[in-house]
């Protein structure tokens, strides 16, 4: 089994590298049963990312917002939204995505272009996805120029880059011009997406300590109860669930990717009971620490 491992720093942004200097963009071919739980996990980037369905369903989630893509549509994540996808349909959902820094529509940085078009749409704390489907005219255009640009990319054509910045112009050119609403002048970041953004810096960062729902509640300087609705209402989740699954994902990536002993891994992520995490791994995995370190080291090679 191939784990897809989303890193994250401290404050949950996500630390892979997308493209490079100067060709900030990187497009990915991803399928569901490689991320742990069926899920890409809560996190954010710098960058936007613009999400394509190939097959099966995915329901993705930012903070108090959840949309359903079939196959065939499309949805664009703003730069510093945090979000989530898991896998809700029955065939094993396959995505292509491009993960891309803003700044390379302009041209050259804070261009005309950036400044005007750009920059409003990533001050917009308020505009975290869109969804784009096919029953749309203009939306159906964004989806085949993303598309054409993705197979283009797939196929290693040496005008890859051409083709990937011309289709990502085109596309932003397609929603600001059909959505002018969502061009802000503002840089405001709401309160409860900002205490959010600092529990989960607390538990990413204390995850292997003994920690209760009062520590993290704490971290934000707000009371327990207010901890309990702020994540069962923006991650539909409690502190306590939201803990454990990290744990596990931790685990997870300890066992395949280090030579510890189980117990030390268990642990090394939080777990004072070897016997309640092995209960607790076999759950979410469907197989022992033991056997899914065999099988996935098994995978890799």
């Known amino acids: 089994m191939q784990i897809y491992k989303i890193e994250t720093d401290e404050n949950g942004r996500e630390l892979t590298t997308h493209g490079a200097s100067d060709f900030p963009c990187s497009s990915y071919d991803e399928v569901f049963s ?19 369905v190939v097959r099966g369903r995915t329901k993705v989630e930012c903070i108090g917002k959840s949309e359903t893509l ?3 549509e499309m949805i664009f994540v703003n730069a510093g939204a945090l979000h989530k996808l898991t896998d809700v349909g029955e065939e094993d959902c396959r995505i292509l995505n491009a ?11 804070f261009s005309r272009i950036y400044k005007k078009h750009v920059l409003p749409v990533l001050k917009n704390k308020q505009l975290l996805s869109v969804k784009f489907s096919n ?5 159906q255009a964004a989806i085949n120029e993303l598309k054409q640009a993705f197979q283009v990319w797939q196929d290693e ?22 959505k002018p609403d969502i061009l802000s002048d503002t840089h405001v970041s709401s309160t409860n997406e900002k205490r959010l953004h600092t529990l989960l810096n607390y538990i990413h960062e204390h995850h292997s300590d003994s920690i209760s729902i009062a520590d993290i509640s704490h971290a934000a300087n707000i009371s327990e109860s207010e901890c309990y609705r702020l994540f069962r209402n923006a991650l539909k989740s409690t502190p306590n669930n939201y803990l454990l699954n990290y744990r596990l994902r931790m685990a997870a990536h300890l066992l395949v990717e280090s030579d510890k002993p189980i117990t030390k891994v268990a642990y090394d992520t939080g777990f004072n009971c070897p016997a309640y995490f092995a209960k607790k791994f076999k759950l979410a995995f469907e197989k022992t620490p033991k056997t899914f370190r065999q099988e996935s080291r098994l995978d890799t090679h």
């Open 34 to 52: 490689a991320f742990y739980g069926g899920e890409v996990p809560w996190h954010w980037h710098d960058e936007v990312e613009i999400v394509l």
């Open 70 to 72: 079939e196959a065939g």
């Open 99 to 109: 993960v891309f820094n803003p700044q390379m529509l302009g041209g050259m940085n």
């Open 135 to 139: 029953q749309v005219i203009w939306q």
């Open 157 to 178: 054509r040496e005008d890859y880059e051409f083709v990937m910045t011309m289709a990502l112009m085109k596309f932003w050119h397609l929603l600001v011009e059909n």
